[in-house]
């Protein structure tokens, strides 16, 4: 990694090296055409051909179904927090909603405007350290849909399998820090959506994969850049889209193609993870923050015995090039974010760093 640093970013994070070094030459001259990338019409043939190649790379790499349509839209995964619900929940229905971390608690916020939210699951208590399951779990009498966030990005954990619905309710998930990063049944979730600035692409551009007949009647009137049919029928083209963005995505689902798919991605990442979790796990100056079974492989939580070495950690780290550690805000710590483009090199250079400083700091107490 030659003039580059490691990029531990929680998002925007960092892209593969072969697709920036595309995008360098495709800025000046795109496709022969004399004109770069971010210059094309979004109306034209060249984009025309993006789009194409963007939707048919996305499809063959999640192996999504043909009745679901794949489209893109802007705002980032936040502006998905209200969209969900005016599209899916009358003013008289409940819907459930998962309350892991942050940004569930962003959606869970947003459902009054349009109808009930009923908390079906929450590890607040625990401040959000582990993802409710079995007895944990109490859905309403009859949802419209249930939603959660499939990877909890600031406390590091992550769903291992989709929640079950009850009756007829359907799926929804924000996937942004996860999504194709293993195999995932998308023909079980009702609609699907991902900020791209951690495994897809670059910010400004949001993946939406949704069952056709579910996005088709909107439950209310909305406005047209709300409608999700609308979008999926205008190939994420009803107004000027990201156009670096969606093509930037293709780029990067034909990287994920010649890495060996899904299945080697999940490979990939879970011994990435390893290596740092195998660390933590064999000593005892740092403690990690998420519980051992909901352990994310994207997002690694982790603190030093008090708030004064997390400091000092974060700053020696960065001076090494291991960069952008500090943990959220709201939990502290560090926070080392792994994801798909993120090379196994970085997390040797991690947990080599993670050695030294325990051992130099071995007396410390919290």
Known sequence: MSERVYNFSAGPACLPESVIKQAQKDL?????????????????????????????????????????????MQGGATSQCYMVPANFLPSDRTADYFQTGKWANDSINEVHHYGTVHICGSSKDKNYSYIPKGDQVQYSDNPVYVQFTSNNTIMGTEFKDEPATPGDAFLVADMSSNIYSRPMDFSKFGLVYAGAQKNLGPSGTTLLIAKKSIIENPVRELPKMMQFDLMAKKEGRYNTPNTFGV????????????????????????????????????????????????????????????????????????AKGLTTLAGHRSIGGMRASIYNAFPREGCVALVEFMKAFAHEHAGATA
């Open 28 to 72: 000046w001259n795109h496709m022969d055409s004399g004109i770069g990338i971010l210059e094309h019409s979004h109306r034209n043939k060249y984009f025309d051909k993006v789009t194409e190649q963007t939707e048919a790379s996305c499809r063959e790499v999640g192996n999504i179904p043909d009745d679901m349509a794949i489209f893109w």
């Open 247 to 318: 093509y930037l995505m293709g780029q990067v689902f034909d990287w994920i193609k010649a890495q060996g798919g899904l299945t080697a991605m999940a490979e990939y990442n879970r011994e990435k993870a390893a290596l740092i979790y195998d660390f933590i796990d064999s000593q005892d100056f740092f403690t990690p923050h998420a519980a051992k079974e909901d352990r994310s492989d994207m997002n690694i939580t982790f603190k030093c015995p008090n708030e004064e070495l997390d400091a000092l950690f974060i700053q020696q780290a960065e």
